[in-house]
């Protein structure tokens, strides 16, 4: 199985809770660690932006693609930023969007429990380990001490970092502390000597860690774990074989490698995705609201869409094409073809992407019939107070509209547009409009009454055009655009851009 550990560091009020999906089993052939094992990949997020929607959906497709099960796993260690509703808000999006998890706090599992906040002995326990073998060490620097190190450090122009200071306590003057109710958090002892590990995607990397970076935190003082620690542990204990993560935790792993080392435990096998970014280059912003997934689901956009354009603009396919839906990326889905290229994403594009989904979506029986419910509701929302005809609100009708629309239109909404609402209300005009258009309105009215009771239900949109011309002919002073005006006045209260259905 894959593992995706790329932080969806979408904030409401300071949440930080990130999402962990995995997969079990995956055939051999990425680089399994044991024939034996289940394979298992996972994410880690907040709430859903778009960045953390394509990692979910790289490690969803890897895991169908391998035969793999989805697992999703909440961080909630940082208690002062959770947010009331971001677990469920999670998984909700990744159901809407058609990838969801086969296991995951709300589903349940053989290998929970799936909040992290409830593994809290299995990570203490850990970290014990890790001091009694001398690979961690109890820290009792005060946050004023290390704001000074930090402050020193940048008025230096250095980067910040822990001088390692409590690393040299013996192991009594450690015990005297801790007898003496101090406070403290865990470090672990970074060593020199890192082993090179063969990325998926980036090949080759070994990154020294201990000569840029100070010891890291993996048990706070509240007793929760950072993320260095909760992830290697319920990745070796959840089975995770394969991680799949955003590039920028690319110089971690060499950290995380270590930990894996110094635990005696076998690491999976990593693949760092290249970042989602705007078309320009620049890095995709939580503080972007238009990028969080809850609003794309408000504002109409379909999920294939969503899922349509992330993959579009990127790597990891044998073919780059519009239009495909899941289980096209499935099929289509080549590890080997995922490049170390930044995937720009041009969100002026979605319409037209919206468009072609909405296409296949009309163009499915079972799948129109939920459009149908769908615009019902929105018509009678928008027009309840001005409908005379019900049977607009008719299946039939509404199914018509759909398919003489299919192609044209990019979101189901537009469709209780005021540039549409002819369609469900009869349209308003005055007699000063219709005389701004011409004097021989009545007659013209005459003339096509007479034509669609000759054509009755012969009249066909085919030769309709050919009719109106003859019509127009028959008018001793309006010309054929002036009747084709008229026409779009009285059957939609406008005289220029709308159609005439």
């Known amino acids: 199985m894959v593992v995706c550990p790329c932080v969806l560091a979408l904030r409401q009020t300071g949440d930080l809770s990130r999402v962990y999906p995995a997969s079990r089993p995956m055939t051999a052939g990425i680089g399994s660690r044991d024939s034996e094992k289940d394979k298992r990949k996972r994410m880690d997020g907040c709430f859903l932006h778009l960045g953390g929607l394509r990692t979910a959906l790289y490690n969803y497709i890897f895991a169908k693609k391998y035969g793999g099960i989805f697992i999703l796993r909440l961080e909630d260690t940082d208690q ?13 999006m990744l159901e809407w969007a058609g990838i969801p998890p086969d296991e995951s706090p709300r589903r349940g599992g053989s290998t929970g429990p799936y909040m992290q906040s409830q593994r809290l002995d299995l990570y203490n326990q850990t970290a014990q ?40 306590l013996r192991a009594d ?16 002892r970074l060593e020199e000597g890192v082993e090179p590990f063969q990325d998926l995607i980036f090949g080759w990397n070994r990154h020294e860690v201990a000569q840029v970076e100070g010891d890291p935190v993996v048990i706070k003082a509240d007793g ?10 319920d990745d070796h204990y959840m089975k995770v074989s394969h991680v799949l993560r955003g590039s920028e935790w690319l110089i971690s792993t060499s950290k995380h490698l270590l930990m894996y080392r110094a635990l005696g435990w076998q690491p999976p096998t990593f693949g760092h995705l290249p970042l989602l970014m705007n078309k320009d280059g620049s890095k995709l912003s ?21 899922l349509d354009i992330t993959t579009n603009c990127g790597s990891g396919f044998n073919t780059n094409r519009m239009g495909r839906r899941i289980d096209e990326l499935i099929s289509e889905f080549n590890p080997s073809k995922i490049t170390t290229h930044s995937a720009l994403l041009d969100l002026e594009k979605l319409p037209e992407f919206n468009r072609l989904h909405l296409q296949q979506r009309i163009e499915d029986e079972q799948q129109c019939d939920l459009l149908i419910q769908d615009l019902q509701e929105q018509i009678y929302q928008a027009y309840a107070e001005q409908i005379q005809d019900k049977d607009v609100l008719h299946e039939d009708y509404i199914r018509r509209v759909l398919h003489l629309r299919k192609g044209h ?11 549409y609402s002819y369609l469900w209300v009869r349209p308003s005009f ?13 007659h013209i009215a005459s003339l096509l009454l007479k034509l669609i009771e000759d054509r009755g239900e012969e009249l066909s949109v085919d030769r309709l055009g050919k009719d109106l011309k003859a019509v127009a002919k028959q008018a001793k002073a309006t010309k054929y655009r002036e009747v084709m005006k008229l026409l779009r006045l ?3 209260g406008q005289q220029v851009s709308s159609l005439v259905l």
Request: aromatic share 8%.
């Open 409 to 419: 239109i990019s979101f189901l909404k537009e469709l209780v547009s005021p540039t």
């Open 224 to 233: 929760f774990p950072t993320y260095h620690l909760a992830n290697i542990v």
């Open 286 to 306: 939580k503080r972007q609201g238009d990028i969080f997934i809850e609003t794309f689901k408000r504002d109409g956009v379909l999920p294939e869409a969503l």
């Open 430 to 442: 005055s007699s000063q409009e219709v005389a701004s258009l011409t004097g021989e309105a009545q």
């Open 490 to 492: 009285v059957l939609s």
């Open 173 to 188: 003057q450690a015990q005297e502390k801790l007898a003496q109710g101090a406070s403290y958090v865990i470090r672990f």
């Open 80 to 92: 002062s930023r959770l947010v009331p509703g971001a677990a469920e808000s999670i998984e909700d």
């Open 129 to 168: 380990q890790l001091v009694d073998s001398g690979h961690a060490y109890y820290c009792f620097c005060s946050s004023q001490r290390l704001e000074l190190l930090k402050k020193e450090a940048l008025r230096s122009g250095q980067t910040p970092r822990y001088d390692n200071r409590c690393r040299h």
